[in-house]
């Protein structure tokens, strides 16, 4: 505050202005003078310092004695032209010298060597008038112990303190402020420096998720170069199933700090799952300013973990479901008994398999268990579980059978499997098999139907081996019809008298059509009609599935104008030597270009033998076919082709889509494979999509395709 010499209280500096300045602002606003420093009629001002430490400034002017007082830090310097100088005891207090001290050499020797030609010549700018007190410089003091502390000073030519050339110098110290802008810049080069080296991702987004920088493990994690993807919206690189979980995590609490796992799509497509951490950097109204992100790739763990939930569902041997797999599956079977058809057993026990071990050890007794696994997938049908229970005891589950009896001839078509000579280790195998059968079509526990096909087989092997007894004897009399039955289906097929339909396949995103796929259908004179999948097993009983396949690619001329027309094959017809140029000579009948059939080929036949069906399928893709597997998921030894061959569609196997999707220990079987199925660029098809539950869940399940009654029926060829 400024007071007259009689002690009258006239005004108060504002708050923060420096003392010298605060003084004459406060004069101006007393006296009305306006206009520089010069002008101002001051005709002396004497600096101080009083007992208490506060600067005490005192100004003789025209109108009165005015005495500034406040409390500052900053050293209030006068230099006059003869050399003379005063300034105020904080500059001493601060550097840590004596008060008074007068340094030899003069003020201008505590300046640092390289600061005083700035300082010389900003001086000479003041006196001339070129720099005004609102163009501090920086310079560097010595203290008292030798260390040089950083101010910043500001100049003001002050002519009316007496003698024209008179300099009023603050100098502010701002050694801890230079010292945090130092800490500041220091920490700044080693985040940039850990940014730009860090081996995993780091991208720092805005508050609208655009990426405003990435560094370059990040630019290679993306498959993207940095000018990309600076100024995008970083979701823009999350796979589209993972968005909104993205998007939620990154917003649900912004103050901390997130970590989640989720997938990227490269940019060559390839899909990256990721372990990513997000932290919120708030800004000065502690809202979300930006966003650090830093993505870990986690793909090959999460590959691990589905290997190793494939593990612990099936037989590390065979590669077919496990004893607990299968009990989840048998649970699930018999827990649903409103549904229409019956539930059948299999208990297969093989026979002759301990004298393989005793003669030619236990590796070629693995053998044969392996190649047993491969029989019995390729004689029953895609939907039936298959499992050992350990040793050489398998188990089959057989769901929705029109007809009990049907049971007994999937046992047949085992026995007939199995019995086929092997040759293991250089040397012809013969082993058989027992099957004991349960079915059921009311409803009863898992543990009564596996302890009464469990009985039925012991009474097989008791009756003499190589045996099928039925728990339910009233099967036992679908045997001779089952003879005449194949007998006229040879008649049928060769006088075309089956009937061709194509059943609409859909698109799980809008329900739009994609393709068609063939089915044939029989009505046999006083029976009910047989539709496709039993057709198809009967003809493959009787040795006619290559026939039949035939029939339907000759068909096709009476699809709609699709360009997608499916045709599934049989692993017996695949396995004829001829059948590249069967099914060329076919599609020539039928006036369909090659490149509108879409071959489905079994992937239990793939994984039988891999080499033989990439060369089949290879000549049969050269010549412009296109290709699909059915029966997807279930054989680890098959996925390979889906890179070595341009198939397009896999259709999803029906266990993986219904039993163990719904069980928390399957579901990331069948996400892996769906993802596997995916990044190879294959589109996945669910098929036997009876109901709208069906459909749902193809559509949880990240299902492309879908086809089935509950999609669409099959229409005639004659009505098409």
């Known amino acids: 505050s400024l007071r007259k010499s009689d002690g009258t209280k006239h005004q108060e500096a504002a708050a923060g202005d420096g003392p010298v300045d605060a003084v004459f602002k406060a004069i101006e606003r007393i006296t009305g003078i306006t206009g520089k420093l010069r002008d101002y009629q001051i005709q002396s001002v004497t600096v101080g310092e009083d007992a208490q ?105 002050a002519d009316g303190l007496g003698v024209d050339g008179t300099i009023v ?115 000065l109204d502690g809202e979300r300013e930006q966003t650090i992100v830093m993505l870990v790739d986690i793909t090959d763990r999460r590959e691990s973990e589905a290997l190793l939930a494939h593990s612990a569902t099936h037989d590390h041997l065979t590669g077919l479901l496990n004893r607990s797999a299968f009990a989840i599956a048998l649970d699930h079977a018999t827990a649903r008994r409103n549904e229409p058809g019956s539930t059948a057993l299999l208990f297969c026990d093989l026979d002759g398999f301990k004298r393989v071990n005793d003669t030619l050890g236990h590796e070629a007794g693995d053998a ?9 997938e390729l004689a029953t049908r895609e939907a039936d579980s298959i499992a050992r229970l350990g040793g050489d005891e398998f188990v089959l589950l057989c769901e929705d059978l029109e007809h009990p009896e049907n049971a007994i001839v999937i046992a047949e078509r085992v026995i007939r ?45 008791d009756s003499g081996r190589a045996r099928i007894e039925v728990f339910d004897e009233s099967l036992r009399k679908a045997h001779e019809a089952r003879r005449t039955m194949e007998i006229d ?58 026939a039949l396949d035939r029939v339907i690619l000759r068909s096709l001329a009476l699809a709609p104008g699709t360009t997608a027309l499916h045709v599934p094959l049989t692993a017996q017809h695949l396995d004829d030597r001829n059948v590249v140029v069967g099914i060329q000579e076919a599609i020539d009948d039928s006036d369909v270009s090659p490149g509108q059939v879409v071959l489905e080929v079994p992937e239990a036949w793939i994984a039988a033998a891999p080499d033989t ?10 010549r412009g076919f296109r290709l699909a597997v059915s029966g997807f ?51 996945v098809l669910a098929e036997h999509v009876r109901h709208a539950s069906d459909f749902a869940l193809a559509i949880s399940l990240g299902c492309d395709l879908a086809r089935g009654t509950g999609v669409a029926p099959a229409h005639s060829a004659a009505a098409s």
Not at 435 to 454: H, N, P, Q, Y
Not at 506 to 534: I, N
Not at 654 to 682: D, K, W
């Open 633 to 683: 998921g279930r054989h680890a030894a098959a996925l390979p082709l889906l890179d070595a061959l341009p198939v397009e569609v896999v259709a999803l196997d029906q266990l993986l889509r219904t039993e163990l999707a719904t069980h928390p220990h399957g579901a990331p079987v069948v996400a892996a494979t769906i993802a596997y199925a995916q990044a190879a660029g294959c589109h």
């Open 417 to 461: 499997a199995i019995e086929r000579p092997m040759v293991i280790a250089g040397r012809a195998v013969e082993v058989g098999v027992s099957i004991g059968i349960a079915v059921t079509d009311g409803a009863v526990s898992s543990d009564a139907l596996l302890r009464s096909a469990d009985a039925a087989v012991y009474r097989a092997k």
């Open 613 to 622: 069906a990439q060369r089949t399928l290879g000549h049969l893709s050269t």
């Open 489 to 546: 289906l040879r008649t049928a097929i060769e006088t075309r008298a089956v009937s061709i339909g194509f059943q609409p396949i859909v698109t799980t995103a809008t329900r739009g059509l994609y393709g068609h796929c063939a089915v044939a259908s029989w009505h046999r004179l006083g029976a009910p009609v047989l539709e496709h999948s039993d057709l198809v097993r009967l003809a493959a009983d009787a040795g006619l599935a290559g």
């Open 169 to 283: 110098v603050t100098a502010r110290n701002i050694t801890r402020r230079k010292r945090a802008e130092l800490a500041l810049q220091k920490a700044q080069q080693r985040f940039r420096s850990a940014f730009e080296h860090a081996p995993m991702c780091v991208a720092v987004l805005s508050a609208e998720g655009r990426i405003v920088d990435i560094n370059p493990s990040g630019c290679t994690l993306l498959g993207r170069p940095h000018d990309l993807l600076v100024g995008t919206n970083f979701d823009s690189v999350v796979h589209i199933d993972d968005r909104r979980l993205f998007c939620d995590l990154l917003t649900r609490h912004p103050s901390r700090h997130q970590r989640f796992e989720h997938r990227l799509v490269r940019g060559d497509g390839t899909v990256l799952w990721t372990l990513t951490g997000a932290t919120a950097v708030p800004g």
């Open 368 to 376: 044969v268990l392996v190649e047993v696994a491969r029989r019995l």
């Open 53 to 157: 430490g506060e600067v005490v400034l005192e100004v003789e002017h025209p109108t009165g004695v005015y005495r500034g007082r406040a409390v500052s830090t900053d050293i209030i310097a006068v230099l006059h032209p003869d050399g003379y100088w005063e300034a105020s005891d904080a500059g001493t207090r601060q550097l840590g010298y004596p008060k008074g001290f007068d340094p030899d050499g003069g003020v201008f020797s505590l300046i640092h060597p390289d600061d005083l030609v700035g300082a010389a010549e900003a001086l000479a700018e003041v006196s001339a008038g070129t720099r005004t007190i609102d163009e501090p410089i920086e310079i560097r003091l010595r203290a008292a112990d030798g260390t040089y502390w950083d101010y910043e000073c500001s100049g003001i030519r």
